[in-house]
Nanobody, 125 residues
Framework: QVQLVESGGGLVQAGGSLRLSCTISGDQYTSYWFMGWFRQVPGKEREGVAGVHMAGSTAYADSVKGRFTISRDKAKKTLYLQMMNLKPEDTGMYYC??????????????????WGQGTQVTVSS
């Protein structure tokens, strides 16, 4: 059974940085069509923050472009999200996800099949 475990969240002041990690285990897949990061705040829908396609192309939400960078280490089966110049509006629960179907886009939650439990990011002003 595929397990995704996020780490690296925490409390940071505005302007600070965090690096989230997502370790994948228990899977039989050598690659995924999509790997991505989503965030959710209470009362709002989960939104795609950053995603990477199997071919290597990346996509970012407009609100994080230029500040967040998604990357992956295939050997370590780990997905990363480097977040810089954090803002209070970046606060939320961050989830990593992987998708095994070649449909959709990397920022669309419906393209994903497996999800982690989330890690909380809180940015203070």
């Amino acid at each position: 059974q595929v397990q995704l475990v996020e780490s690296g969240g925490g409390l940071v002041q505005a302007g600070g940085s965090l690096r989230l990690s997502c370790t994948i285990s228990g899977d039989q897949y050598t690659s995924y069509w999509f790997m991505g990061w989503f965030r959710q705040v209470p009362g709002k829908e989960r939104e795609g923050v950053a995603g990477v396609h199997m071919a290597g192309s990346t996509a970012y939400a407009d609100s994080v472009k230029g500040r967040f960078t998604i990357s992956r280490d295939k050997a370590k089966k780990t997905l990363y999200l480097q977040m810089m110049n954090l803002k209070p509006e970046d606060t939320g629960m961050y989830y990593c996800a992987t998708g095994i179907r070649p449909y959709g886009t990397s920022l669309d939650s419906s393209a994903y099949d497996f999800w982690g439990q989330g890690t909380q990011v809180t940015v203070s002003s």
